[in-house]
């Protein structure tokens, strides 16, 4: 046997403060009624930092001082000039890529190589990418008429954008919001995740090196108070939010009628597409990447598996055979592959979803796993037998389970794939080029991967169709929610 | 976890009675999706082997080297000083393992059999008009037959790439045949002598594609041979991560139909400690350690063992020693 010795990644490159206040106005303050929480790191349970409570009297400040930098500074300010802090922003992340990195697996619990090699390029990708877009905006295919009251001959910003992010991918979902709103001209007032606020005040620090003016970008911390104080303040242009649907529905309710423009990006469940002609161990690989990356923590994940019944037998073996090379642990360790559930919520969640599956009659496997004693896990798993009935086929799990159902036509496959109030993704294995294009122009998905699973580009929009929320995040398409047009 | 089939054992001798009974078979093997292929090869190389691990796999990674001189300066003098190396690596620590085998010319292998009689260390030679190929029938199985005779008990022949881009399986698997026969005809006489293992050298770089890799894979392998070779190190393009990844999954599923075991030795290229413990990380995780075996996987390669050496001894005495300290065969 060839064992792997630990290979773990050192945490001294971070530097932990006891405890963190809200980022307002380029300071971090405390909040008026001094209340906090505590952030943990899921692998172990221990107590990270002490975070600050953010109230509505925060809110309220925060979003004060984003309008103040709007109207005074940014939002006169030159795209050109708004680019140079931007390409700043992008270079420093880079530069501080490891810290980040090592900060993200700790408090959120997904593997180091994980969040080395996908979160931090990504997210300095998606800052460089929008820099460029700052000083182009009349060249983004929304017209160069003036619309708001400051007139020019540029498409103009909102003004004040307030951003709720999810705890999945904290710094990415972070670098989703904050790049396109500041290239267009806006300022932000930003809630991370109560499960996972490190690397957005680290973020903050970050504002602040690079003379960031103040006011421009916001942090507030908190739970989902704090978020409803955001997205329901009076002097909020703008509301964009990530997370799960029925959070999403109440931030629709709470702004129907006003004048802020909303964009979500809500759950998902879905399919992931193995025809009888499929490259067999690359789609193997595509259906791992599919539900085990970050956990199966992620709204786009290929959580049902359609494969096509002639080749069912044969596909589940080699998964199988695969998943049992999965590495489960220590998420610094360099050679781990799935980490930490985010939280004890979350892993109740999973265990309540897969004891349905099981209950209803489908069967559960997972290859022999050790889990550690201490933190939040759960091993991969599979359930066969599924059918579209089956409360796990049709609920989104947020978990590494992957629900396998079989179909025998591809009109079968587009028909079972669409029978989702979500749609958010989709992915089809198939050597056949014209069978690819067929399939997806019947799917009704935001992103169709073909021969890939969950490969994401700053140029790319993102978005999705039905109950997975609307407007895109990412590319040109991606502007269209920060401006006025 | 070893490669398990969970159908019946399949008979597929009758295969190459037939042209289009191959070609059916071959083309009807999945396809490779090439940049699923290059993407999952990469994220096996991003593993992080250190300590006791990466002592471990340098001794196995020393044991599997094929060390190869194929020169047309090769004299006996220069094989005899690279067979003495191969069973003592590292002449100032005996615990150092020999590497697997030493792979010469035919003409050099008598040379090289006086060096290594008895040792255990194997004796390859390359055979079947290497590296072209492009000889008649006749002298390939001659030049077999001769390196066998002199006492290799390992044969690296070359396929006919000609006849495979063409599309001439039948060919191309007859001449194998043919070969193999050629290895063990000199068994005849000769009692209680094994006969030679043939490692099939398929050229992957002049095979170009993924799906010719695993076509070929599962050809040579159909015809009888006991290893697949991706590369003669004599083209631009040897042996890579993915190309061996491909050959890797043939060989396991080969197995999982037929219940037979072939090995996998990528040639050329490899030539430091960190790539070979990639490779080795990839066939733990493809094919399991039934295949982290000499019997079953080895680099083509000469001067990959000198950089085994010096990480050995850097990981043993705690200081890189310089170039100077090791020999240079």
């Known amino acids: 046997m060839f064992e792997y010795a630990p290979a773990p990644e050192s945490r001294s490159v971070v530097d932990l403060k006891p405890s963190y206040g809200l980022f307002i106005d380029g300071k971090f303050v405390d909040p008026a009624d001094g209340g906090s929480f505590k952030s943990i790191n899921p692998a172990s349970e221990e107590v990270l930092a002490e975070i600050a409570e953010g109230g509505a009297q925060d809110v309220d400040r925060a979003v004060r001082a984003a309008r103040k930098a709007y109207d005074k500074v940014w939002g006169p300010m030159p795209g050109r000039d708004r680019a140079k802090y931007l390409f700043r922003i992008a270079r420093i992340i880079q530069e501080r890529s490891r810290e980040l990195a090592v900060l993200e697996s700790l408090d959120n619990g997904k593997p180091i190589k994980e969040s080395r090699d996908v979160d931090l390029p990504l997210v300095a990708a998606h800052f460089f990418y929008y820099a460029g877009w700052a000083d182009k905006l009349e060249y983004a295919g929304f017209g160069r008429r003036p619309t708001s009251q400051h007139s020019g001959a540029y498409p103009q910003p909102l003004g004040v954008a307030a951003q709720v992010i999810p705890w999945n991918f904290p710094l990415l979902m972070l670098a989703w919001k904050i790049a396109p709103a500041l290239a267009a001209g806006n300022t932000v007032v930003l809630k991370p995740a109560e499960t996972t606020p490190l690397t957005a005040l680290l973020f903050a620090e970050i504002c602040q090196q690079a003379d960031l003016p103040a006011g421009v970008v916001n942090i507030v911390t908190g739970a989902g108070e704090t978020g409803r104080a955001l997205v329901e303040h009076a002097d909020v242009d703008k509301v964009a939010f990530t997370g799960s649907t029925d959070v999403g529905r109440a931030i629709a309710r709470a702004v129907a009628g006003s004048r802020k423009k909303l964009t979500l990006e809500l759950g998902g469940k879905a399919a992931n597409i193995v025809f009888d002609d499929a490259p067999v161990d690359q789609a193997v690989e595509g259906i791992v990447n599919g539900i085990f990356f970050n956990q199966g923590h992620v709204c786009c994940a290929g959580s049902r598996l359609l494969v096509q019944e002639s080749v069912a037998e044969q596909v589940l073996e080699s998964l199988k055979r695969r998943m049992a090379q999965l590495r489960l642990g220590d998420p610094l360790d360099k050679n781990t592959d799935i980490g930490a559930i985010n939280s004890a919520a979350q892993l109740s969640r999973i265990r309540e979803l897969t004891e349905a599956g099981a209950a209803e009659g489908a069967q559960q496997w997972s290859p022999p796993c050790e889990l550690p004693e201490r933190g939040f896990w759960f091993a991969p798993t599979i359930f066969t037998g599924v059918t579209q009935a089956h409360r796990i086929a049709r609920e989104e799990i947020f978990g590494p389970v992957l629900s396998v159902l079989t179909f025998r036509t591809p009109a079968e496959a587009v028909e079972k794939a669409n029978n989702t109030p979500y749609g958010l993704s989709a992915g089809i294995w198939t050597e056949k080029g014209s069978r690819i294009l067929w399939t997806a122009d019947r799917l009704r998905a935001g992103v169709v991967w073909a021969n890939t699973f969950n490969k994401f580009d700053p140029t790319s929009p993102f978005g999705g169709y039905k109950e997975s929320g609307y407007g895109r995040e990412g590319g040109r398409h991606g502007l269209e929610a920060y401006l006025n047009v | ?329």
């Open chain 2, 1 to 329: 976890m070893t490669a398990t089939a969970t159908s019946a054992r399949s008979d597929l001798s009758e295969l190459g009675r037939s042209e289009t009974a191959l070609r059916t078979f071959l083309h009807g093997l999945p396809g490779v999706d090439q940049v699923g292929a290059e993407q999952r090869a990469a994220q096996l190389g991003t593993r992080s082997i250190k300590t006791t691990a990466k002592a471990e796999a340098i001794d196995l990674a020393i044991r599997m080297v094929d060390l190869t001189t194929l020169e047309g300066a090769d004299t006996p003098g220069k094989v005899r000083a690279l067979a003495a190396k191969a069973l003592r690596p590292d002449p100032a620590d005996p615990s150092c393992p020999h590497v697997g085998a030493v792979c010469v010319y035919p003409s050099m292998v008598p040379y090289v059999a006086e060096v290594l009689r008895g040792s255990g260390v194997h004796l390859a030679s390359v055979a079947t008009s290497f590296p072209s190929g492009q000889a008649p029938l006749e002298i390939k199985l001659a030049d077999t037959r001769a390196a066998v005779e002199a006492g290799a008990d390992e044969i690296d022949m070359v396929i006919n790439r000609g006849a495979f881009l063409a599309g001439r399986y039948a060919e191309v698997y007859d001449e194998i045949v043919a070969t193999k026969e050629a290895c063990g005809s000199a068994d005849a006489g000769r009692q209680g002598r094994p006969r030679a293992h043939l490692k099939v050298i398929l050229e992957t770089g002049e095979l170009a594609t993924y799906d010719n890799v695993r076509r070929a894979s599962w050809l040579a392998m159909l015809a009888g041979a006991d290893f697949i070779k991706t590369s003669t190190g004599k083209v631009p393009v040897a042996a890579t991560l993915p190309v061996t990844l491909v050959m890797l999954e043939a060989v396991r599923d080969f197995r999982a139909a037929t219940g037979r075991q072939v090995g996998v030795k990528p040639a050329g290229g490899i030539k430091t400690t960190k790539d070979a413990i990639k490779y080795l990380v990839m066939v733990n995780e493809t094919v399991g350690p039934d295949w982290l075996h000499p019997d079953w996987f080895r680099f083509g390669a000469s001067s990959l063992l000198n950089d085994l050496l010096m990480q050995r001894t850097k990981l043993t005495t705690g200081v890189y020693a310089g170039p100077d300290y090791f020999t240079l065969d």
